[in-house]
C-alpha cells in the first residue's frame, strides 16, 4: 500500500477494491488489504470514503471470510474522522449490521466494539437514532441466534446517546423481549447468557444518564428473571453482571449506596443460595467489589454472622469456599468486629473438614487442640488459600492476631513437609513485606503477640531436632526434607528477632550445617540469610561464631572440599558486602575473594568476579581506596589472562560497573 502518494486516490481506491477482490485474490492478500483500510480512508477524501469505500466494504462483508470480515471490523471503529467526522458516522453502521451475520462468534464480537465504539463517538441525531434502532430491531427479530446474541451487546451505546424517551423506552423493550424470551427463537441459552452479561452494560448508560428509576422498576425485574433461569450459565452471568450494576449505581456518589442496598440486597441475598456452586462461586469473586460499593455501613449484610460471606465459609464445595477465603483480606474497610468474626470462622473452616477433607479409612491428624480433640485439616489448597489470607489480614488495623497467630499455629503442627514449607515460607515473606512497605506497627503488634510467639517456639524445636524429627518429615534417605530445611534457615532472622539470646546459641549450628548441605537451594538460603542474622545479631557474632566455620571451608588445596563449598563460601562472602562489618572482619574477608580468582574451577572465578563486583560497588575511594584498588587491579588480571571467555566478559561487566559508579 505504501507505494501510492496522497495524491493518488482515485489509485489507491482501485488498487484496495482489487485487492480485496475474492476471485483472484488469496486469503492472505485479502486480509492485508483490509488491515490497510484505515491507511486507504486517511488518503482518500471524505466524499470518496461514504460514496465509493463504504458501499464497496458494504458489498465484501456480505461475501468475505471471517478472518478478512474481523479485519474490516476492526477497522471500522477509526473510520468516524474518515468518513467526514460525527455527523456522518452512522453510514459505517449499515456495514457492521452484516457482519453481525457471521457464524463466527470473534467476528461477531469485534463488530460489536466496533459498533459501540461509533455510536460513542458520532454525532446523535434522527438519522443516527432511526438507523440504530432499525439495525437492534432487525437482529433481535432475525432467524439465528447469533443475530439475538448481537442485538443484546448493542443496546448500551445507543441507550447513553439517545435523549429521546421513546427511543430509549424502545431499546429497553426489545431488550427486555430478548432477556424474557418471549419473542421469535429467543429462548437460545447463548442469547439468555449475553443478556445476562450485557445487562451491567446497560445499567451503566442508564445510571450514567440518570434514569434509576427507569433501572429499579424495568432493569432489576429482568436481572431477577436471570436469576431464576433453569440453566446456571446463565445465573452466574447475572450474578456477575449484578455485581458490575451495583459498581454502576454506587459510583454515582454516596448517596446512591443506601438506595441501591435497598434494592439490590435480596438478590445478593438469592445469590448466596443459589443450588449452583458456580453461582455462589461466582458472588463470592465480585465480593471486594460489593464491599466496597455497600461501604462499612452495611458491614453486617456482608460479614454478619448471617451474610453471604459466612454461608460461602460453610459451604460444601470448596471452590466456594476457596472464593470465599481469598476474599476476606479484601474486606479490611468493614467494621473489625464482623471482619474479626470472619477470622474466627475461617479458623473454624480450618479444623472441621468435609467428608470429601477425609478420605475413606483414613486417620485422624495426630494434632491435639486446647480440648483434647483430634483435629482433621481440610486439603493443602484449602489451607494454603487461608494462610496467605492470614498473611494478608496482619497488616489490618485491629485484627485478631491471636486468631490468626493460632491458625498459623494449627498448621504448623499438621503432619508433613508440605505444610511446615507452606506455612514458614508465607510467614516469612509475609513478616519481610511489611518491613519493607513500613507498616512496622503492624508487625510488631503481630510479633508481639502470645500466638506468634508459639509460632516461634515450634518452629525453634524443629531446628534443635532436625535429627530426630517425625517420619513424616524426612526424605527417602531418612534426612529432613531438604525444603523443610531450606524454609527453616529462610526463617531464622525472624526467629532471632523474637527469642533473641535463646536462640542466639543455636542459630551459628543452623547457619554452619546449611552452609554444607548437599542440597544447592539450602546452602543459597544460608548465604541470604546471613546479611539479615548479622543484622539482628552484630558484626562480632559473625567474626566470632560464622567466620571462623567459613574460613575452613576455603582451601583450595584441600581435595576432600569440593568446589561447590567453595563457591559457598565465596557466595557468602559476597553477601556480605551490603552489612555493616568491623574493618578487621573486611580485612579477612575481602582477601579470600582475590584469591579466588585464580581458581583451578572457572565456577568458583566468575563467583569471586560477582562477589568483588559486590564489594566494590559497595564503596568509595574515600572509604578505603587500598581494597578499590586491590579490587580492580584483580577484575583487569582476569579479563588479561584468565582462560575462559565467561570469566573475561563478566570481569569486563563488573569492571565497566564500578568505572560508571565512580564516574557518577
Not at 486517511?42 to 460514496?51: G, I, M, W
Not at 459451604?315 to 468474626?341: H, M, Q, R, T
Not at 546479611?531 to 582451601?555: D, Q, T, V, Y
Not at 563486583?613 to 584468565?642: C, F, H, R, Y
Request: with cysteine.
Amino acid at each position: 500500500m505504501g507505494e501510492f502518494a496522497p495524491q493518488d486516490p482515485e489509485c489507491l481506491l482501485a488498487f484496495v477494491t482489487q485487492e480485496l477482490s475474492m476471485s483472484d485474490k488469496s486469503r492472505e492478500v485479502r486480509l492485508q488489504a483490509a488491515k490497510s483500510l484505515p491507511f486507504a480512508a486517511r488518503v482518500l477524501k471524505p466524499a470518496d470514503v461514504r460514496e465509493k469505500l463504504i458501499p464497496f466494504l458494504t458489498e465484501v462483508a456480505q461475501r468475505e471470510e471471517d478472518e478478512v470480515l474481523c479485519a474490516v471490523a476492526d477497522g471500522l471503529s477509526t473510520f468516524v474522522p474518515m468518513v467526514g467526522g460525527p455527523d456522518f458516522g452512522y453510514i459505517i453502521l449499515p456495514i457492521l449490521k452484516e457482519i453481525f451475520g457471521c457464524e463466527e462468534t470473534i467476528v461477531r464480537h469485534c463488530a460489536t466494539k466496533s459498533f459501540n465504539a461509533v455510536v460513542k463517538t458520532m454525532t446523535w441525531n434522527d438519522r443516527a437514532a432511526e438507523i440504530c434502532i432499525s439495525i437492534i430491531k432487525d437482529l433481535s427479530t432475525g432467524d439465528w441466534f447469533g443475530q439475538k446474541v448481537a442485538a443484546c451487546q448493542i443496546c448500551s451505546a445507543p441507550y447513553l446517546r439517545c435523549d429521546d424517551a421513546a427511543v430509549r423506552v424502545d431499546i429497553l423493550g426489545i431488550f427486555k423481549l430478548l432477556a424474557e424470551g418471549t419473542g421469535k427463537n429467543d429462548d437460545s441459552p447463548m442469547v439468555k447468557r449475553t443478556a445476562a452479561s450485557s445487562i451491567s452494560d446497560l445499567a451503566k448508560s442508564m445510571a450514567d444518564r440518570d434514569n434509576l428509576d427507569v433501572l429499579i422498576s424495568e432493569l432489576l425485574p429482568i436481572l431477577l428473571s436471570l436469576l431464576n433461569h433453569l440453566q446456571d450459565l446463565v445465573r452466574v452471568d447475572a450474578c456477575t453482571s449484578l455485581v458490575l450494576l451495583i459498581k454502576a449505581w454506587c459510583a454515582r456518589g454516596p448517596e446512591h449506596v443506601k438506595l441501591c442496598f435497598e434494592h439490590t440486597n435480596e438478590l445478593i441475598t438469592k445469590c448466596s443460595t443459589d443450588t449452583s456452586w458456580r453461582v455462589r462461586s461466582a458472588l463470592m469473586k465480585g465480593y471486594k467489589v460489593l464491599s466496597q460499593c455497600y461501604t462499612r455501613e452495611n458491614s453486617e449484610f456482608l460479614a454478619g454472622s448471617d451474610s453471604p460471606l459466612f454461608k460461602a465459609l460453610q459451604d460444601k464445595e470448596n471452590e466456594v469456599c476457596l472464593a470465599a477465603i481469598k476474599i476476606v483480606p479484601a474486606l479490611s474497610g468493614l467494621d473489625e468486629n464482623y471482619l474479626n468474626d470472619i477470622i474466627h470462622k475461617m479458623m473454624d473452616f480450618l479444623i472441621t473438614p468435609t467428608e470429601a477433607d477425609v478420605p475413606k479409612g483414613a486417620a485422624m491428624m495426630n494434632v491435639s487442640n486446647d480440648s483434647g480433640m483430634k483435629k482433621y485439616a481440610k486439603d493443602a489448597v484449602c489451607i494454603s488459600a487461608c494462610i496467605d489470607s492470614f498473611m494478608e489480614l496482619i497488616a489490618v488495623p485491629n485484627v485478631d492476631l491471636d486468631a490468626i497467630g493460632k491458625a498459623l499455629v494449627f498448621c504448623l503442627e499438621l503432619d508433613g513437609a508440605d505444610m511446615k514449607i507452606m506455612v514458614l515460607g508465607s510467614m516469612d515473606k509475609a513478616l519481610l513485606d511489611l518491613e519493607l512497605k513500613e507498616t512496622l506497627k503492624s508487625r510488631g503488634a503481630f510479633v508481639q503477640s502470645g500466638a506468634f510467639n508459639e509460632f516461634v517456639k515450634y518452629s525453634h524445636s524443629l531446628m534443635q531436632n532436625t535429627d530426630a524429627v517425625n517420619p513424616t518429615l524426612l526424605d527417602e534417605s531418612g534426612e529432613m526434607e531438604w525444603r523443610l530445611r531450606r524454609a527453616l534457615v529462610n526463617v531464622s532472622p525472624l526467629l532471632v528477632e523474637v527469642l533473641g539470646t535463646e536462640l542466639i546459641t543455636s542459630a551459628p549450628g543452623i547457619l554452619n550445617k546449611a552452609f554444607e548441605d548437599k542440597i544447592a537451594d539450602v546452602r543459597l538460603a544460608a548465604v541470604e540469610a546471613m546479611p539479615r542474622l548479622i543484622k539482628a545479631l552484630g558484626s562480632g557474632w559473625f567474626a566470632e561464631k560464622i567466620l571462623p566455620s567459613l574460613m575452613s571451608r576455603w582451601n583450595p588445596a584441600d581435595n576432600k572440599i569440593s568446589y561447590l563449598q567453595r563457591i559457598t563460601v565465596i557466595n557468602a562472602i559476597g553477601a556480605l558486602s551490603s552489612s555493616a562489618l568491623e574493618p578487621e572482619v573486611k580485612q579477612q574477608v575481602v582477601p579470600i575473594l582475590l584469591e579466588a580468582t585464580k581458581d583451578m574451577v572457572p565456577n568458583v572465578r566468575f563467583n569471586a568476579v560477582f562477589g568483588l563486583g559486590k564489594w566494590a560497588n559497595s564503596m568509595t575511594d574515600e572509604e578505603d581506596p587500598q581494597t578499590l584498588l586491590q579490587i580492580k587491579s584483580s577484575l583487569e588480571s582476569v579479563v588479561s589472562t584468565d582462560t575462559d571467555e565467561d570469566c573475561k566478559i563478566f570481569a569486563r561487566a563488573e569492571l565497566s560497573k564500578i568505572n560508571q559508579t565512580a564516574t557518577n
